[in-house]
Nanobody
Framework: QVQLGEAGGGWVQAGGSLRLSCAAS????????IGWYRQAPGKQRELVAG???????NYADSVKGRFTISRDNAKNTVYLQMSSLKPADTSVYYCNAVVVVYSGYVPRVYWGQGTQVTVSS
């Protein structure tokens, strides 16, 4: 019912920048929360940055001051601007959203397919 389409991953040298985007589509009544997680090999998936249901933002301590999350509500799209990238930021980045769909009006959690970000030293 809902798809999260991610784009913008790739390879970059340390100190560089990348911008990720995630567009939600489908039978969307409202998006309660949306953000980005990442998972490196052998590690647990962790929150990188996100918008809460109240509209405030959360950032992982490791990315504060370097990453900025933004959204375009008209396009149901969230962006993650990543600057001053470090090799430790290398991960698969996943878009995550809590969406209320027209069928049943029950909030459900959706995940994107993931996009690889590789930062070389």
């Amino acid at each position: 019912q809902v798809q999260l389409g991610e784009a913008g991953g790739g390879w970059v040298q340390a100190g560089g920048s990348l911008r990720l985007s995630c567009a939600a589509s489908g039978s969307i009544f409202s998006i309660n929360a949306i953000g980005w997680y990442r998972q490196a090999p052998g590690k647990q998936r962790e929150l990188v940055a996100g918008f809460t249901s109240g509209g405030s933002t959360n950032y992982a301590d490791s990315v504060k001051g370097r990453f900025t999350i933004s959204r375009d509500n008209a396009k149901n799209t969230v962006y993650l601007q990543m600057s001053s990238l470090k090799p430790a930021d290398t991960s698969v980045y996943y878009c995550n959203a809590v969406v209320v769909v027209y069928s049943g009006y029950v909030p459900r959690v959706y995940w994107g397919q993931g996009t690889q970000v590789t930062v070389s030293s």
